[in-house]
């Protein structure tokens, strides 16, 4: 059984000067001396975990962790409406990543991302390969137009009918020129505060339904924040889904082949209706160095067999 390790508290921290009014936080702990790793948050919109996730050994790993823009401690945030979202996408996020990786002054690191981070950590080893080491990918999530489609336009929904119901009819008739997402993208830049608060309340609703049947997984994950974190949350994730993440359909995949060289490990739950299986598998197959393992007790939230596996994947990294 791999070792649990004990969460440290981070040694220094900043806000990067992105140069065009956002300010990144970002934190580092463990040993400095150390491999060092960066954990990309998912979401988007979520911020990074207030502590180590206990699968990173504090005297193997110099850790680094941020907050991707408009979430978290960075700012400004995106809960407040004059946030301006066009300088919040995909492109943006891996600029202000290789942004980081030049302040801190790491030649290469492993790349630790989950959900929504397993996509952006794909794409930034795509666009930066000679700096990562490894990948460590839990809960694989591109936000491709398909798996978009899954989680908010219907798919998913033949499981959750009636949630799927009160999920659709959090948006006026017609808007979003016809589209769910774009719909809720619209309400969480309406005016009225009160509009974006019920919005940002049942998308996350429906988005804590889709986790519901999971056997390990906790109540209510993405409702219970703050109302500012919760706002930031559903405004960024909106947005980002009702473009596919910025990506061209299909980029990621048909990336696979620059990671040749790059070792990574993708694990990921049987029972995860987030984000299904299928799209771990194909791009596994594409990418020549991947290793999927696959948890039969786990959804989107993890099980203990899960922990284990990411611990065994950080084990073998931290060589």
């Not at 002054?105 to 981070?117: H, Q, R, T, Y």
Request: net charge negative.
């Amino acid at each position: 059984m791999s070792a649990v390790f004990s969460s440290t508290e981070p040694y220094d921290h900043g806000m990067l000067d992105t140069g065009d009014g956002n300010l990144v936080y970002w934190e580092v702990r463990g040993n400095p001396a150390a491999k060092p790793v960066l954990i990309v948050h998912g979401g988007p919109g979520a911020g990074s975990p207030t502590g180590t996730p206990k699968s990173f050994d504090p005297e193997r790993f110099w850790i680094i962790l941020f907050d991707q823009r408009g979430c978290g401690r960075s700012t400004p945030n995106a809960s407040d409406p004059a946030t301006n979202m066009s300088l919040n996408t995909s492109q943006h996020l891996l600029r202000d990543m290789e942004q980081l990786r030049e302040h801190l002054g790491v030649e290469k690191w492993l790349i630790f991302g989950g959900s929504w981070g397993s996509g952006l950590s794909i794409a930034y080893a795509e666009h930066h390969p000679e700096r990562v080491s490894a990948l460590v990918l839990p809960a694989f999530w591109t936000m491709s137009r398909a798996e978009v489609d899954w989680l908010y336009r219907g798919g998913v929904a033949r499981i959750f009918p009636g949630e799927w119901e009160q999920f659709r009819n959090g948006v006026p008739e017609g808007s979003g020129g016809g589209d769910l997402v774009a719909a809720y993208a619209e309400l969480m830049e309406h005016p009225d505060p009160e509009v974006r608060a019920q919005a940002a309340v049942d998308w996350s609703t429906w988005e804590d339904v889709v986790v519901s049947l999971e056997p390990n997984g906790r109540p209510s994950p993405y409702r219970n924040r703050s109302t500012e974190a919760l706002q930031a949350f559903v405004r960024i994730c909106a947005h980002y889904a009702s473009h596919a993440g910025w990506w061209e359909d299909g980029e990621l995949l048909r990336g696979a082949e620059r990671l040749a060289g790059i070792p990574g490990v993708i694990v990921h739950g049987r029972q995860d209706l987030s984000c299904p299986l299928s799209t771990a598998w194909e791009f596994a197959r594409a990418w020549p160095d991947a290793e999927l393992v696959t948890i039969d007790d786990s959804g989107h939230r993890g099980s203990p067999a899960f922990g284990e596996a990411l611990n065994a994947a950080m084990e073998r990294f931290s060589k």
